[in-house]
């Protein structure tokens, strides 16, 4: 059993480009989240989805952009990437009544 | 969601046991209390929830205040491996994805 995996494992991009980060759970869990963490600060939430189909806005949504077009995928996209979106993303997934969370091994991106 | 206050910082002897404190004084009757840890790089791991009763499980115990206002997590023997950023984080069970932050957590270090 994988759990959540996450793609890339880094990447180095240059501001104004596109670059979709990629996550895939296979326990067929109905809630996902990406979150941010910045050097030596907590997770923050950018986006999430309750179920396949839908999805929603966290904390810190501006620059991002989701989907959820099944119960397994739940692609992140920087439309125009900026310096201020280096970090470490991690994708996590969800379910039952305590929907205890379950995280990927993150993304470090730093953009130039 | 209630709002959580945790210490930035503690140490602990390896061998004895760390108990790391959260103040969650503005929880509702129907937030339970979770506690997540991420061990440096990694992606944050579970650890153990809670309603109203004290739990334990194979990882840790956690102590809930008769008035839900505060918790305690307790590792009984702590291992230089414990050595990780605790999170304290409390929510409604199964609701909207959305509500669902985590603060800056407590650095626990391990000492031999």
């Known amino acids: 059993i994988a759990g959540i995996t996450q793609a890339p494992t880094s990447q180095i991009l240059a501001a104004g480009r596109r670059m979709t980060l990629r996550c895939t759970q296979d326990?067929?869990?109905?809630?996902m989240y990406w979150y941010r963490q910045d050097l030596g600060l907590g997770l923050r939430l950018i986006h999430y989805?309750?179920?396949?189909?839908?999805?929603g806005k966290g904390e810190v949504p501006d620059g991002y952009s989701v989907s959820r077009a099944n119960t397994d995928d739940f692609p992140l996209t920087l439309a125009s990437a900026v310096p201020s979106q280096t970090s470490v993303y991690f994708c996590?997934?969800?379910?039952?009544?305590?929907?205890?969370?379950?995280f990927g091994p993150g993304t470090r991106l730093l953009v130039l | 969601d209630a709002k959580t206050t945790q210490p930035p910082s503690m140490d602990c002897a390896e061998g004895r046991a760390a108990n790391l404190p959260c103040n969650h004084s503005t929880i509702s009757g129907n937030e339970y209390v979770y506690w997540y840890r991420q061990i440096h790089s990694q992606g944050p791991q579970y650890i153990i929830h809670?309603?109203?009763n004290n739990e334990t499980n194979e990882m840790a115990s956690l102590i809930i205040t008769e008035d839900r206002k505060s918790s305690t997590l307790i590792l009984p023997h702590a291992t230089l491996r414990d050595t990780a950023v605790y999170y304290c984080i409390v929510r409604v069970a199964n609701t909207n994805a959305g509500k669902s932050t985590f603060g800056d957590g407590t650095t626990l270090t391990v000492k031999p």
């Open positions: 989805s309750n179920t396949a189909g839908t999805t």
């Open positions: 809670g309603l109203k």
């Open positions: 326990m067929r869990h109905n809630a």
């Open positions: 996590a997934s969800g379910q039952g009544a305590l929907e205890t969370q379950y």
